[in-house]
């Protein structure tokens, strides 16, 4: 018992020292950190979209034991370590093995090596040597000490070499098969299983048959060791060794460059991004910029609107192009909007009850305006519905709506909605902010457009899966709706009238001052898209605009995206359907739309039903009525006042006038001065002798000219006169003011094209022509 009692306490005591000795070189060489893996950024379905390397420029891709297919596993363990779940890090007998081999051999032939040996050699370098495998041996130990089996194999699998600077069984997956671990076949398995004994030689990218015969030496071993069948061993064998190596993923760049600045330390970032949607995109903008001189660039953004995920993105046209700046994310720059705002502005005056779907708007010359826009065609069309204002993108409509509106209301509007603006037109609003003159970015400007998708509430864009949803109200569902139905025009319209497929998508196109941007916003009851096409530097883009440069690419992603599964937003109780008359604007079966007021009958969308009265040209007071009652002689018909005709029975009648400013563009007997009766002569006396109306006298309208000289290149000499009105005369040339005169103007026409001349006499009247000019 003694004797028992001294060898238990020997024991314990050698026990004792052993461990204290191992805790101190445990403390005096503590374990080195594990090198970090590469910051991976993943589509939804987890397929790598680019990663960022970790030390020494390393590619590890972040990998768990469940992301790894279990035959690899199993592959691995038989091959390197069967034993590796029951020895404590060294494997005795495998040493035992090995040093035998190779003093027989007089060479190394085997290191003995367990699966923790071999982690050990990749965190702690060492030189082949007993002295180096001693090193290796007791860092062995230290790893089992620190470290579970799952901990150590998971180590393994994230940081073992497979050629080159690819670390890890995940980067290997998809650098030299294109998938990932989980889903490698029994051959690329056995492959992987056996690369890191000799990464270089056995690459299969550049030595197949090498790889092959040391694959074949793995499969052989599963045969040996009775752990799968021969049927399923020459099934792998008779796979070819191939790779699909193409470098590192580079698949929306710049959204990863992005999400990875905002987060260095993370591993993995998972985005909402669907790999294969942005695939498609990314090639067919590939193709689009084919047609564009190579300093331009194109920014395409899609996304779902029932979550805002943002399943396509693509900042750039070339990711690797200087002549593109294709480092540079339009997405996130600051542009000039163009004429992209102006949904958004009909859809407030709506809500505001200004405007109905056909409400009359003023196409005109602003003469008695200091803003005096012209519109993208440099022609006007007198009066408008606001639907045709806004699918035309008419400039002049839409500056009429927002004096009325106004400017500063409407730039809070769409910051409380979701909008981030910038530049001095966001600090202090004034009307040019409608076309352009304010900065926004494309996916700010993408999740205010969700709204007309979404009952009128905005989303923003979401680009990772944890992200929150943001949603914030813009305008009511109804008027939401009815600047979608408004906006929702076949592109081609002749094609449209003969197709049966519905078209449901709501597009609008922009220009920026200057051709500098090129813009084509769409929404469907599933997909919100934004393309942007231009120079990255700011400079101009002659003829290059938003209908003819970025709306094919518009309609291209869309047909594209996959079919809808959402139903279209169904028409609110808000909304109905009835129909209106022109000039008063109002419903038909109103008093003052009786014969002969009613003029021009629209169906219109009405919010509310509400049909706002026609709207003065400018918010300012004006003294003209659209609705006026005046007094007619029932035996003569013609109009007079109770104070010149005192004794006569009169009667009281409505007239419904149109706005002075379109009065040039209506047909001559619709014209104010035409609708008006006649005035009685005892009246005239009273009140004076009436004022002849003015008119342009040099021609016609639509009147043909020609340039004349052999090469028709000498300017066309003309002289401007009209007649009627009263006072100086004011002359317009397609809006834009060419001179003052009391009786005739001479003026040049040096180039062919069409013209429109206007002229305003000294009280307001006015009056215009149109021209055509024959080279």
Not at 127 to 136: C, F
Not at 560 to 568: D, G, K, R, V, Y
Not at 734 to 742: H, L
Request: proline share 7%; with cysteine.
């Amino acid at each position: 018992m003694k004797r028992l009692r001294r060898l238990v306490i020997g024991v314990a005591v050698s026990v004792a020292l052993v461990a204290g000795l191992f805790g101190s070189l445990d403390r005096l060489y503590p374990m080195a950190p594990i090198p970090a893996v590469s910051t991976v950024v993943l589509a939804e379905d987890g397929t790598p979209l680019r990663a960022f390397p970790g030390a020494n420029h390393q590619w590890r891709y972040p990998v768990t034991l469940e992301q790894v297919s279990p035959t690899y596993l199993e592959l691995l363990l038989a091959y390197e370590d069967r034993w590796f779940y029951q020895h404590p890090g060294v494997n005795p007998l495998a040493l035992l093995r090995a040093g035998w081999q190779n003093l027989r051999s007089e060479r190394v032939l085997s290191g003995g090596s367990t699966l923790t040996m071999q982690v050990s050699r990749l965190l702690y370098p060492h030189a082949r040597s007993y002295l180096g495998k001693l090193s290796q041996i007791l860092r062995a130990l230290q790893l089992e000490w620190h470290y579970s089996k799952a901990e150590i194999l998971s180590i393994y699998l994230n940081i073992a070499s497979f050629g080159g600077t690819l670390s890890g069984v995940q980067a290997a997956s998809y650098y030299y098969f294109d998938k990932p671990a989980l889903q490698m076949s029994d051959a690329e398995a056995a492959l992987l299983a056996v690369l890191p004994q000799r990464p270089s030689d056995y690459r299969p990218d550049r030595h197949p048959q090498r790889a092959r015969q040391a694959r074949d030496k793995v499969l052989q071993r599963m045969q040996s060791l009775g752990l799968w069948s021969l049927q399923r061993i020459n099934d792998a064998r008779q796979e070819p060794v191939s790779t699909f190596a193409q470098g590192m993923p580079n698949v929306a760049p710049l959204l990863a460059r992005r999400l990875y600045q905002d987060c260095t330390d993370c591993r993995t970032i998972n985005t909402t991004l669907d790999y294969d949607l942005q695939i498609q995109l990314e090639r067919l903008v590939d193709q689009y910029t084919e047609s564009l001189s190579e300093e331009h660039s194109v920014a395409v953004m899609v996304m779902r609107n029932r979550d805002g995920a943002v399943r396509s993105y693509i900042g750039s046209a070339d990711f690797w192009s200087q002549k593109r700046a294709g480092q540079v994310d339009i997405i996130q720059a600051v542009r000039s909007p163009g004429s992209t705002l102006k949904p958004f502005l009909y859809g407030f005056a709506l809500d505001e009850g200004l405007i109905h779907s056909h409400s009359l708007l003023i196409d005109a010359p602003r003469f008695k305006s200091q803003y005096r826009p012209q519109n993208f065609s440099g022609f006007f069309n007198g009066p408008v519905t606001a639907t045709s204002a806004l699918q035309r993108s008419l400039n002049v409509p839409a500056v009429q709506l927002i004096e009325h509106f106004g400017a500063d209301r409407f730039v809070t509007r769409l910051q409380n909605g979701g909008l981030k603006t910038f530049g001095p037109g966001s600090a202090k609003p004034n009307t040019s902010v409608i076309l352009g003159g304010i900065g926004v970015q494309l996916e700010s400007l993408l999740g205010i457009y969700s709204a007309l998708a979404r009952d009128g509430k905005a989303i923003s864009p979401r680009f990772q899966t944890d992200s929150p949803k943001q949603e914030r109200y813009l305008m009511s569902s109804g008027a939401a709706w009815i600047i979608r139905d408004m906006l929702a025009q076949h592109p081609y319209r002749r094609i449209g009238q003969h197709t049966r497929k519905e078209w449901d998508l709501a597009w609008k196109t922009g220009t920026s001052y200057g051709y500098r941007e090129a813009w084509a916003m769409g929404v469907s009851p599933d997909w919100s898209i934004g393309v942007w096409v231009g120079r990255p530097d700011g400079s101009a883009s002659p003829g290059r605009y938003g209908r003819v440069t970025a709306a094919p690419l518009l309609f291209r992603v869309h047909a594209a995206l996959p079919s809808s599964e959402a139903e279209h937003p169904q028409q609110p109780e808000s909304v109905s359907r009835q129909t209106i008359c022109w000039p008063a604007g109002t419903q038909h079966t109103r008093r003052e739309n009786t014969a002969p007021n009613c003029l021009k009958r629209y169906d219109a969308w009405l919010l509310n039903d509400t049909a706002p009265a026609t709207l003065p040209e400018t918010s300012e007071l004006t003294l003209q009525k659209q609705v006026n009652q005046i007094w007619l002689d029932p035996v003569s018909g013609k109009r007079a006042e109770p104070a010149c005709l005192p004794g006569h029975t009169l009667e009281p009648a409505l007239i419904a006038l149109w706005p002075e400013a379109v009065d040039p563009w209506l047909p001559r007997h619709w014209q104010n001065q035409h609708r008006l009766p006649p005035l009685d002569a005892r009246c005239q006396r009273s009140s004076g002798a009436a004022e002849a109306p003015l008119h342009i006298t040099s021609w016609p309208t639509d009147a043909l000219l020609q340039l004349p000289g052999a090469h028709r290149t000498e300017a066309l000499d003309i002289m401007l006169n009209a007649e009627g009105g009263s006072g100086y005369r004011d002359w317009y040339l397609n809006g834009g003011y060419i001179g003052r005169s009391q009786n005739g103007l001479p003026y040049q026409l040096t180039q062919a094209g069409r013209y429109q001349i206007s002229v305003v006499d000294q009280q307001g009247n006015m009056d215009r022509v149109d021209i055509r000019v024959l080279p």
